[in-house]
């Protein structure tokens, strides 16, 4: 999760450097660059994907169910802002779709994947709760 924009996906691999706060996508919440303010820098690493505006991650989980049978193997991520959950799907360490799925949630700070292949969210606010969802309702 960047500051203000640049929300990042990286595979982290030992002696790599990320480039942190060297180089991002993001901004300081006060709109001010982050260091010079540059996205990419020789030896530092790119992520392999980045949102800008934010999906502002919570968790994420990668879907090994049957329930929703062509979702197997991708990414599914809890998003705060602008709400509901993220699908990325995947190509090795390629993303290669995204997707926005039960925006009507809300923020969502948490999702899993039970043990019947439904996922469960967790909404983030004063009367949230844990939804499960099945096919059907995306």
Known sequence: MAPR???ELNVPLAGRNYGW???TYG???SG???GEGVTAREGMEQPIYYWDPVIAPGDMTFYQGTRFPDWHGDLIIASLSPGGLVR???DGERVSGEARLASELGRVRDVDEGPDGALWA???ARDGALVRLLPGRQ
């Open 5 to 7: 924009g640049g929300d």
């Open 32 to 34: 001010t660059p982050i």
């Open 21 to 23: 706060p060297v180089i």
């Open 27 to 29: 901004e300081d919440y």
């Open 88 to 90: 990325l799907t995947l």
């Open 122 to 124: 967790l909404t983030d």
